[in-house]
């Protein structure tokens, strides 16, 4: 009977490693297609934001301060309002797919530095949400106000407003303060960690700088940038290959270990007192 018991102890004991182990190995794949699709977001992003500053026509890319600098930049919008409005709702793409992108990278960084990734994933997110903002504000709201069939002053005078209203600044504040900071607070956590190589956190970081602070200038753009695009398809590689080194859960069982019935106990305790 004891040993009946023992085993069907050990059964239940197996059976429930075996759904712990099943469900472990369906959570591991989850995680690593998840990951997967993260590292997908960084090459994404990088063609978006490249497409969306060399579609920006030259000379749109100012904050309109006042009604001079709305009157000369109507013009323009209304000669390539179509392209404004696609190189616009590019960069709200791009931005989305960046502040996503920031928090693919920092999953890479989880031993030394991951306080500083996390900083900057959260930093590159409100960011990358506060220049989609200023985006709508700016260069799609131009190209509206350029198509309206509206008097210039009338015109001049909206973009004025749009532009020196409290939320407006208060997003162009952000945007610039984060946007400049995000990427040297990732570079510092990719440095530490050693999850890649230095010369590519040096990369991300300068090629992300520069990305940011080119103007609208035309499809030259695109020469300028070429070192972000090329950080983000690396990061994107070795997020992809840190989910395929994920060690998968076997659905084997440890031998359990042997036990000594009660009877058993007894039986031998008669041998050990008599020698």
Same mark, same amino acid.
């Given at each position: 009977?004891? &040993? ?34 993260? !590292? =997908? ?7 978006? /934001? ?5 579609? *920006?026509?030259? @000379? &749109? *890319? ?12 109507? $013009? ?12 616009? +709702? ?18 890479? =960084?989880?031993?030394? @530095? ?11 997110? =409100? ?34 407003? #749009? ?6 600044? =208060?997003? %162009?504040?952000? /945007?610039?303060? #984060?946007?400049? !900071? ?10 530490? +960690? ?17 990305? %940011? #602070?080119? @103007? ?10 070429? $070192? ?22 076997? @659905? ?10 009660? *009877? ?7 041998? &050990?007192?008599?020698?």
């Amino acid at each position: 009977m004891a &040993t009946t018991a023992q085993t069907l102890t050990t059964k239940r004991a197996a059976g429930h490693l075996g759904r712990r182990n099943r469900k472990e190995n369906v959570a591991g794949k989850a995680a690593r297609q998840r990951q997967r699709i993260l !590292a =997908v977001f960084l090459p994404i992003t990088a063609v978006l /934001y490249i497409s969306a500053e060399a579609l *920006d026509s030259r @000379g &749109t *890319d100012q904050v309109v301060t006042s009604t001079a600098v709305a009157l000369k930049l109507l $013009p323009i919008a209304a000669a390539h309002s179509s392209q404004l409005y696609l190189s616009g +709702s590019l960069s709200v793409l791009a931005l989305g797919g960046l502040a996503v992108s920031y928090a693919a990278i920092a999953a890479l =960084v989880t031993g030394r @530095g991951w306080v500083i990734a996390t900083i900057a994933a959260l930093l590159g997110g =409100v960011g990358a949400f506060a220049g989609a903002m200023l985006n709508v504000i700016g260069g799609i709201s131009l190209a509206a106000a350029a198509s309206a069939h509206m008097a210039p002053g009338a015109a001049a005078r909206f973009l004025v407003t #749009s532009f020196g209203s409290v939320p407006s600044q =208060v997003v %162009e504040y952000v /945007y610039f303060a #984060s946007e400049y !900071a995000a990427p040297v607070v990732m570079g510092v956590a990719l440095w530490r +960690s050693r999850a890649v190589p230095r010369w590519l956190a040096v990369l991300f970081t300068a090629g992300l700088e520069v990305a %940011e #602070s080119m @103007g609208a200038i035309g499809p030259k753009v695109v020469l300028f940038m070429l $070192p972000f695009a090329v950080a983000m398809i690396l990061l994107a590689a070795r997020i992809w290959r840190a989910a395929a080194r994920r060690t998968p859960m076997t @659905g084997t069982t440890p031998a359990p270990a042997a036990t000594t019935s009660p *009877d058993t106990a007894a039986a031998a305790l008669p041998a &050990t007192s008599g020698s």
